[in-house]
Structures are given as C-alpha cells and as structure tokens.
C-alpha cells in the first residue's frame, strides 16, 4: 500500500531535521578539529626534527582528545559505580560513544555524519541513520560537548 500524503510529508520533514542536526555536527566538529590544531601548533616545540615532531604532535593530540572526553563524560552525568563512559570527537565527520560496564563488556558506537545524516555504526549490527529522539539526544550531545570543549581550549 502507497503511504498517505501526510506519511510523505513527515517522513521529508525528519529527512530535513536530520539533514539540519548533521551539518550543524559537521561544523562542531570542523571547529574543534580546529581549535585541536591551533592549539596544538602553538604548543609545540619549534626546534625539533621533523620525524620527533609528528610523533610528539600526534602525542599531544591523543592526550588532548583524552582530556576531552573527560568533558564528553560530564554531559550525560554520572555514571553508576562499575560503569565508564566517554562522549568525544576525533575528526569532523566521526563522533564516539564508549561505554563500559567491565573488563569483559563494552560497546563503542561510532556516528559518522554526513550531508544525509548521522549513522550509527556498532560492530555486528546493522549501521542506521538516526532517527526521532535519538537524533535530537545526538544534536544536543554535539552542541554541549563543543561548549565544554571549547572551554577547556580556550582556558589553556
């Protein structure tokens, strides 16, 4: 059966919301990868070998990207004893949710954003855009993290 003219229309204004939410995460992300940089640059060494220089930048941006998901954990609050969670972004187009409950149970969801949306890709199951509550929870998540991050570059 051909779904109604209104099913059509929701299903063009969720296209449009998740079309929005990606490419407001695609900026976050594009700045702080920036902001990343930047930061970098003015903190490193000026008079090291080319060689020594990558390897302590690409160091440095590992320990940044560390010190942020610190940050990307306060946005969903607490989480109970046993259990860690990280919130991060480490490139403009890829986000990382990582939650650990033990050593032996984990579960990393990368969100990979483009001009379509944001998929949710996880390890043996199927990849899907985002869609209704989810994909708001993602477009705030994105908007807090950049704030608090942003912060903590500006700070230093």
């Known amino acids: 059966m051909i779904g109604t003219t209104e099913d059509f229309l929701d299903f063009r204004r969720e296209q449009q ?3 929005a939410i990606a490419q407001e995460a ?9 902001l990343r940089s930047n930061y970098t640059a003015q903190t490193a060494p000026k008079s090291r070998r080319l060689v020594r220089r990558a390897n302590h930048k690409l160091g ?6 560390d010190e942020e998901s610190i940050v990307g954990r306060r946005i969903f609050g607490t989480a109970p004893d046993g259990r860690r969670r990280e919130f991060f972004n480490i490139a403009p187009n ?3 949710w990582h939650e650990e ?11 990979h954003v483009d001009i ?3 998929k949710k890709v996880r390890l043996g199951r199927e990849n899907n855009y985002l869609r209704g509550q989810e994909l708001e929870n993602f477009g705030r998540a994105t908007a807090r993290y950049f704030e608090l991050a942003k912060r903590y570059y500006e700070a230093k």
């Open 26 to 34: 695609l900026r976050l992300g594009a700045e702080l990868y920036t």
């Open 17 to 19: 919301k998740s079309a």
């Open 116 to 118: 379509k949306g944001v």
């Open 94 to 96: 890829v986000w990382l």
């Open 60 to 65: 440095q941006n590992l320990a940044h990207l």
């Open 101 to 111: 409950e033990d050593v032996k149970i984990n579960q990393t969801t990368r969100y």
